[in-house]
């Protein structure tokens, strides 16, 4: 049986109010917030966040797909860089999918059709989106930003693979070309009607008929939404009932892209009882439908119920592109970067079996005794207590104090490193947190990514 | 090496935003008067040390930083960086080639020029790209201060304190970057640097120079009768990432410890506050000054600040420190302050330091940390 073997989603502790946006263009409230990147975002470590947590608990992948409208690089892999932070081994498989909007449902069919081909017995799609509207648009007002993971696997499914179904309409809608920072798009009734309902009504029907189901019998609808209402208006007229449509979290969270087919389906597993048939749509120049039938109770998605605050409209907008913008990063040599990837990315340490100490770097002296025999790579925990820390207001931050902490590590092992999505009225010495990836400061033309820790949930 | 070296010449530059002296004028101001107060020609020495942290602009890059302001060519010169510890470390090696009978006659110039940048601080040139990206001096600081704040049940008000101090003996000192007394509640009420540190509990960013004209110790009575000799001397080296050590403890510095027992070892001093009659140590920010009381064994770890407190390190009290005014209100020029602090000490000693005088001062101590409390230089003058 081939299926999927796990979820999760991940979506930024940052909120900003939509009439805190609307406010300042002068126009009249607009209800809800949206989920938004901190400064040290992107989609690159959104998309880690969200794998993060299947890889941690879960089988290794052989292969590791990233999907995303919006990922950092042009020209050079996030999955592969996702993939080292995830500690996974150099033989796994690591794509990157871009380009379409349907770009994580896209991912996700060619996930399960390298499984039912037998090339691979597990992967793991990981699809992140960081929208960037123009201002004043509508489209900032919706736009939001997050990342879902999901795993697609022979063992331990939870929810079979019935049949996959796609078409393609070179349909202009929303593009953003290779000089564009912010999405494009004419928004009209026509996008609507001649776009997003011609394709996704009929990619489901055909799908539908494919796998001989009646739109009645679907029990759960994960379909892409371009405002946050249009797709309902498309299962109504599939003769879906509007019940049975998955809340994509828009009111909260936004219009999330690529991400948004994932972030339902993985939260319509959570939903799903045994039997239950589930429906995945995603839009984009055409559109991708999935058809999945629930075996066992769906898992537990990891809720990140802290949300903080973005505050005003130009800390927002300074947020959002204070790390392009900005420099004076250090240059990363290709020389430095490779020989300490397995601590800096991978975050591995040493472990001397003379006196037991974890530590950080990875040493061939143990720096607690000096041994130099039998000292062995070990991974690091990625969560920890805050040791001592500073609340430094001279470091370079959009959002001064910058947070820097001494974090001593479950398993052993301390560790320095910047403090984020934090109120900073919260730290404290004994505060449990996490290792997150992060952006650091830009350098020699190159996105730099490190660790950065944040309160683990249900802290502070 | 206890009496073997003595100390005939020093000089010290005004310390402050020095933005219209370059780095060669101000070595050349330093390193001159240094000459004059031995009744020395520049040609007499036989070598020279420079101490220099961070070369920006080309200059004080090498040894040539010196030569070359001093327009002195052919003699040898070495440069020396060991962080904040840079211009002690600088002396202790003209001291030992002395001593060593190597040099009869050896230039020590310790001069950093930090206002040439066009950025606050120091600069992190050199640190690894993204380890430490986040830390500043004061950060590195106050995540001790704040780890000694848990432990000890220690506040801001007694960081106030050596700010008030420090700052009094500063406003009796002409070459001090800030000549102004503070009061406890403006250091409390000052905008915040790094928790628990506000601006006054910070020392400044300062340009500035000092030297000293060195000499084997028998020699030195025909340049003049009131030298100063090198009683004791002591240099440590502890991890420069001590953020990775799950076996600091953040609440003071062992190298401090280390250096200072050695150099109480060969100057033969066995109780430091009685024995010792002022002390210049590193007051880069205000928790360092009560953490180098106790790891200098003025008192016992968590006991500094009761000995702020009760005034015994203020100009009148049994062991005044920082009577120049520290880095805290003298300025820290990073590798000049280890020589300017040999400068105040000598200036002491002689008994010319007029309203910040310590009467009957014979044996005075110098104290440099540098990085994050990895490198501790410790030296002891006294009278002959």
Known sequence: MIGISGAAIYVPRYRIAREVISAAWGKAPVPGSKAICHFDEDTLTMGYAAASRLTRTGAEPGRLVFASTSAPYWQRSSASQIAAACDLRASTGTMDFGGSLRCGTSALIAAIEAVQAGQVNHVLVTVAERRDAVPESTEELMFGDAAAAIAMSREGVLAEVVATHSRSDDFLDEWRRDRDSQVQGYYSKYSLTRGFEANVGPVVKELLEKAGVPPSEIALAAIASPDGRSHLTCAKALGIALHRVVDTCVAQVGVTGAAMPLMGLALALEAAKPGDLILCAGYGDGADALLFRSISPGPGLLRDSKTIDAGTYPLFRKSRHYLLEGSGGAEISNVLWKREASQNVRLHGTRCPVCSRVQFPITRICSACRNTEGLEEVRLGRTGRIFTFTKDFLYDAPVQPAIMTVVDLDGGGRFLCQMTDVDEREVRIGMPVELVLRRMREGAANHHYYWKCRPVEGTA | ?384
């Not at chain 2, 970057?177 to 406890?184: A, I, L, N, T, W």
């Open chain 2, 1 to 384: 090496m206890k009496d073997k070296v003595a100390i005939i010449g020093v000089g010290c530059t005004k310390f402050g935003d020095q933005f219209d002296l370059s780095y060669e004028d101000m070595v050349a101001d330093a390193a001159n008067a240094a000459f004059a107060d031995a009744g020395i020609e520049p040609e007499r020495i036989d070598a020279a040390w420079l101490g220099t942290f961070s070369p920006y602009g080309g200059h004080g890059k090498a040894s040539v930083g010196l030569a070359d302001a001093l327009r002195l060519y052919g003699k040898p010169i070495t440069r020396v960086e060991n962080f904040c510890a840079t211009g002690t470390d600088a002396f202790r090696n003209a001291a030992m080639a002395v001593a060593s009978g190597m040099y009869d006659v050896a230039l020590v110039v310790g001069a950093e020029k930090l206002k040439n940048r066009p950025t606050r601080g120091l600069s992190s040139e050199g640190e690894h790209p993204y380890q430490t990206d986040g830390l500043t001096a004061p950060g590195i600081f106050a995540m001790a201060a704040n780890r000694y704040f848990h432990q000890f049940n220690v506040g801001r008000e007694s960081l106030a304190k050596v700010a008030v101090k420090n700052h009094h003996n500063g406003a009796r000192n002409q070459k001090a970057h800030f000549q102004m007394e503070v009061s406890e509640e403006q250091v409390l009420n000052a905008p915040m640097v790094a928790w628990p540190f506000g601006l006054f509990d910070c020392c400044p960013t300062t340009d500035g120079a000092a030297a000293a004209v060195i000499c084997r110790a028998d020699m030195a009575k025909p340049f003049r009768d009131d030298f100063v000799v090198l009683k004791g001397m002591g240099l440590s080296v502890t991890s420069g990432r001590p953020w990775f050590d799950s076996g600091f403890e953040y609440v003071g510095f062992s190298a401090t410890q280390t250096a200072s027992q050695a150099a109480y070892k060969m100057a033969g001093i066995s109780d430091p506050v009685r024995e010792i009659d002022l002390a210049e140590v590193h007051d880069c920010f205000t928790w360092t000054e009560i953490s180098n009381y106790e790891d200098l064994g003025f008192c016992r770890k968590g006991e500094g600040a009761h000995f702020i407190a009760e005034g015994r390190s203020s100009l009148a009290g049994d062991m005044p420190v920082n009577t120049s005014g520290g880095l805290k209100s003298f300025g820290h020029p990073i590798g000049a302050s280890g020589v300017r602090m040999i400068y105040e000490v000598v200036t002491q000693l002689r008994g010319q330091a007029e309203r910040r005088q310590v009467r009957d001062a014979e044996l005075g101590l110098v104290h440099n940390l540098g990085g994050p409390g990895s490198v501790a230089c410790v030296l002891v003058l006294g009278r002959p």
